[in-house]
């Protein structure tokens, strides 16, 4: 555990994104340790970590495309 003492030098925060399938269908979490993906936009988890897009990858078909998002 580090302990950040200057707040100026804290580390960047790592670019969230969201995870569209070949369907314009948003990833929007796990159910049954399957991935599920729904048309509505606004219910989209953001995420932050290259393996949490490997893992929905193993459990789907779907080709898979990351969206940066600000």
Do not use: H, W
Not at 51 to 70: A, D, H, N, R
């Amino acid at each position: 555990m580090k302990v950040l003492l200057n707040k100026k030098k804290r580390e960047p925060k790592p670019p969230e994104f969201i995870i569209l399938n070949e369907k314009c269908q948003v990833f929007c979490g796990l159910r049954g340790g399957y991935p599920i993906f729904s048309d509505d936009l606004n219910e989209a988890k953001p995420l932050i970590n290259d393996s949490q897009f490997k893992t929905v990858q193993q459990g789907t078909f779907y080709k898979l495309e990351k969206e940066f998002i600000k």
